[in-house]
Each structure stands twice: as structure tokens, then as C-alpha cells.
């Protein structure tokens, strides 16, 4: 199978342990997935916009799930995470208002591969240590 720089793959190495969350994750690989090959297909910047726009929304929608659960946990650390998403969501909010009406791919491409490697890098640092949190955590297996 032909392997591309741009593309996701799931593997347990991204799991959290929490099937709520890992299927959330993996709707987001889906979704980062469909916007990188709308760049790289060059489909129109209304198609590319749209699929940046799920992402936004998947990403806000995700983020909110995740602190919901912190706070059920009273994880210690839900401050500092959600400061983290906020980050990701300014981020996303920037470049979303950084698009207009560019069409020059070399860009395009690089903001894919942006988005891409800030997820794929929340998941595998930040979501790790509440994954671990939670592993260590037997209490909270039965809520
Ligand atoms: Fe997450
Ligand atoms: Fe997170």
C-alpha cells in the first residue's frame, strides 16, 4: 500500500484506553484525512474551507467531551489541558481567517500538514497523561 506524508493511520499507539475518546480521535484522523486530500486533489477552496470548518467544529465538540469527563474525574490537571485547547482552537480560528481567498497550493499544503502533526502531537503528549491518569485509576472504571 502506498504510504503519504499527509495521511493518518490509526493505531493503538494513539489509543487512550477510554473507547468514548478513542472514537473520537479517530473521527478526527477521518476528518483531517478528507481535508489533506482535498489539498492535495487541488479540489475548490469552498470544499477545502468546509472540510477545515469540521475540523473546527469536531475539534470544539471533542475538546468540551474530553473536559466533561476531567471534571467527573477531578483530574488535577484539567486547567492546563483545556488551556491546551484553547490554543488548538485559536489555531484553528487563525488559519481559518488566514485562508480568504488563497489558492496557492505550496500553502495549502503546509497548513494540512500543520493541522495534521498539532492533533496527531495532542494526542500522543497531552491526551496520554490523562490516559495514563485513568489507567491508574481503577475507581473511575465503573462510573
Ligand atoms: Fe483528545
Ligand atoms: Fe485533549
Do not use: C
Given at each position: 500500500?502506498q ?33 489533506n ?31 466533561g ?13 483545556a ?9 484553528l ?39 495514563q ?9 465503573r462510573q
Amino acid at each position: 500500500m502506498q504510504q503519504h506524508i499527509w495521511k493518518i493511520e490509526w493505531d493503538d499507539s494513539l489509543s487512550v484506553g477510554i473507547p468514548e475518546i478513542d472514537a473520537d480521535h479517530k473521527q478526527f484522523i477521518v476528518l483531517v484525512n478528507r481535508l489533506n486530500k482535498a489539498i492535495i486533489d487541488r479540489m475548490e477552496l469552498s470544499e477545502i474551507k468546509n472540510r477545515l470548518q469540521s475540523i473546527l467544529e469536531d475539534a470544539v465538540r471533542h475538546f468540551e467531551h474530553e473536559e466533561g469527563l476531567f471534571r467527573q474525574w477531578n483530574y488535577h490537571d484539567v486547567d492546563a489541558h483545556a488551556r491546551k485547547h484553547a490554543e488548538i482552537v485559536s489555531t484553528l480560528r487563525t488559519i481559518m481567517g488566514r485562508v480568504g481567498s488563497d489558492t496557492l497550493m505550496p500553502q495549502w499544503i503546509e497548513v494540512g500538514l500543520e493541522i495534521k502533526d498539532t492533533l496527531i502531537t495532542h494526542i500522543s503528549t497531552e491526551d496520554m497523561k490523562y490516559a495514563q491518569f485513568y489507567r491508574n485509576s481503577p475507581e473511575l472504571h465503573r462510573q
